[in-house]
């Protein structure tokens, strides 16, 4: 199986999506499952794992709704209060929906970078791993030292990285603090790493594979191909291309470099983090 590990789905307003500006025209419009499922079968994906894109418990039962309706998404990354006083209560509703495999906070916009340090947010990640669910870490660069702190409290919770923690690839002038704050989160054997969401976090005009390979190679050699995972993050990876030339960047470097571990990082490593 074939599983792109990370998509989203919309219907597109601004009071939800404000941070698609307006220069974004691409991906201001709806965004279902209809719309992906022609994309995959011409590119030979045969299921994914839609990741939230709002910040809300209404998110999470649309996208277990959308899971129910259409085969192909095997898993649901939602999002929930993890600093709610039910929260136990919570999980214990969300244990009827087996599509639903983990959460998401949007930790790269908190200005406060202490925020994933919280107790109270660290006490809702430890019940999350109780209940068996997995976490998208979703963060900037230079929150890699408060991630790194925060897994240490984290050691039963499986947890991946997404868009290889957003260095800033157009200028690659945080390329040495990524590259230590990548190493020193890959030796937490909970951990793994999507490679996806590159192309935005650099010229979405005029960028050439070449210029994720130093990235790639950090990423393969901290984490080893048996913990990353290939992601699309259709359709903001639109704003720099087609999905195939999105995917051929990941594509090219695995055949080329770990050819073995194909079908591993294309479906294999997905299926094990969340145990579809």
């Keep these: 199986m074939n599983i792109d590990a990370h998509q989203h789905f919309w ?18 419009r709806d965004f ?31 996208l277990i709704k959308l899971a129910q309706q259409h ?10 209060d993890l600093k709610a006083v039910d929260l136990a209560e919570q999980l214990t509703h969300y244990q009827a929906f087996p599509m639903l495999k983990g959460f998401r906070h949007v930790l790269q916009d908190e200005a406060d970078s202490q925020f994933m340090l919280d107790k109270d947010f660290i006490q809702g990640l430890k019940l999350l ?13 230079k929150q890699l030292p408060q991630a790194n702190e925060l897994l240490q409290h984290l050691p039963q919770l499986p947890i991946v990285l997404d868009h290889i923690g957003k260095p800033s690839i157009e200028t690659g002038e945080d390329f040495d603090q990524w590259q230590r704050g990548i190493n020193t989160l890959a030796s937490y054997q909970n951990a793994y790493c999507k490679v996806s969401g ?18 790639l190679d950090v990423i393969f050699n901290a984490f080893g191909p048996e913990r990353i995972m290939y992601g699309s993050d259709w359709p903001v990876c639109l704003l720099g291309g ?35």
């Excluded at 590159?198 to 994720?212: H, I, L, R």
Aim: charged share 25%; net charge negative; hydrophobic share 40%.
């Design 129 to 141: 791993a109780e209940f068996g669910y997995r976490y998208d870490l979703l963060i900037l660069a």
């Design 71 to 80: 085969q192909f998404i095997k898993a649901v990354v939602g999002w929930i």
């Design 198 to 215: 590159m192309v935005t976090e650099t010229d979405v005009n005029n960028w050439q594979e070449q210029d994720f390979n130093q990235y």
């Design 32 to 62: 279902l499952p209809e719309t992906l499922l022609p994309i995959y079968k011409q590119n030979n994906i045969d299921a994914c794992v839609a990741v939230q894109a709002r910040q809300s418990e209404k998110e999470t039962r649309w």
């Design 242 to 276: 087609k999905y195939e030339a999105i995917k051929a960047i990941i594509e090219n470097y695995v055949e080329k470099n770990y050819p073995q571990y194909k079908q591993a990082v294309f479906g294999g490593n997905a299926k094990t983090f969340y145990q579809i």
């Design 11 to 28: 219907l597109f307003n601004e009071e939800d999506y404000g941070w698609i500006g307006e220069h974004q025209s691409v991906i201001r």
